[in-house]
């Protein structure tokens, strides 16, 4: 089975992607094809992968790319005689849609998140007619999407969120502590803005770590993103975290400041890890402010967003406050954050998928 997953500006596509591959049981051998540079984590997983580079990446005009992209998917497509086809991601490339037009016997699915901004993306749900399957991973947030796919539902199956590792596959609290190096009896905060590689964040970053060392009473953890185009100088203080994925250790903090991606703001949530979303707002993500204003006011965080930073400071101490702690962890159950992971299910909605199509074909005599 084959998966196609768009670049990004962080790792969602390409770990939903890597989620769902790795749950479908015997009878299937998985192939991940990304846009994506991190593609190398597949490896960890157990999963053969295929990158080709983003036309912004090699400086190809966009017809040319695509024309390019259609040719390579179908000769890795026929070389690995796929059965089936899941596409992550928000744009269907004309090179993915010529290709699939030339193979109609594959069997074609598209997941994608929901939280679109209302704008050009609206048309491109046209292109729904082209997959067998729209799969959307479960959202929290979901009251307070406004975007197009809220009212596209006809063609779409709904999971749980998504999540590449299950609660089994995380270290305990101490384990995830003593593989970090931070002390068991202090407070522990993760820090993990996002890539910035469509958002300059190393400014906001260094306002909420400079903020969370003068207390000097936690022990400040830093995610970094395999695929960042940049990194600062990280203070001594600050213990890295430039393993994936995050969430393995996410047992070991007690709170957080975290953008609002939906891969982050998931794993947080099911992990009943209180947290300060800063939302990254620039116009190619998803709605991140409307989700991180929906753990608001359910009680599953706090909001701030970048242009309030001067208002980190005062943030903070709210957010650490043992009553605010407390409050945070106990309100997430009764917010719909009950830490079920829709990977497995869509892993079965792809599987059945293929098996109907390859039964279809086979009784069908017609070339």
Known sequence: ML?????????????RAIAIARRLGPG????????????GICRDFGIHAEYLPYHRYTGAAAPEWNAGLADELGLIADSHEASALVFDGVVP??????????????????CRIGMWRMRREAALLAHEDRFDLVIEPGELARPFDQGPTRIHRSRTLTVPPIRLLDDSEQMTRAEARADLGIAQ???????????????????????????????????VVEASWLMSDGRAARDPRVVPLERFPHARWINAFDAAVAAASYGLYHELAAASVPTLFIPNEHPENDDQLARARFAESRGLGLCLRAAEAALMGRMLDHLLAPPTLADLGRLRPLAGADGRNGAAAAAALVATLARCRANRTADDPRP
């Open 3 to 15: 998966f196609f997953t768009s670049n990004g500006v962080g790792m969602g596509h390409l770990a």
């Open 185 to 219: 009896d202090r407070t522990a905060v993760l820090v993990a803005l996002g890539s910035g590689n469509n958002q300059d964040r190393q400014d906001l970053t260094r306002c909420c770590i400079d903020a969370l060392l003068a207390r000097g009473d936690v022990d």
């Open 28 to 39: 299937f051998r998985p192939v991940i094809v990304t846009l994506s540079q991190a593609f």
């Open 93 to 110: 490339y004309g090179g993915l849609l010529t290709a699939l037009r030339a193979r109609p016997g594959l069997a074609t699915a598209w």
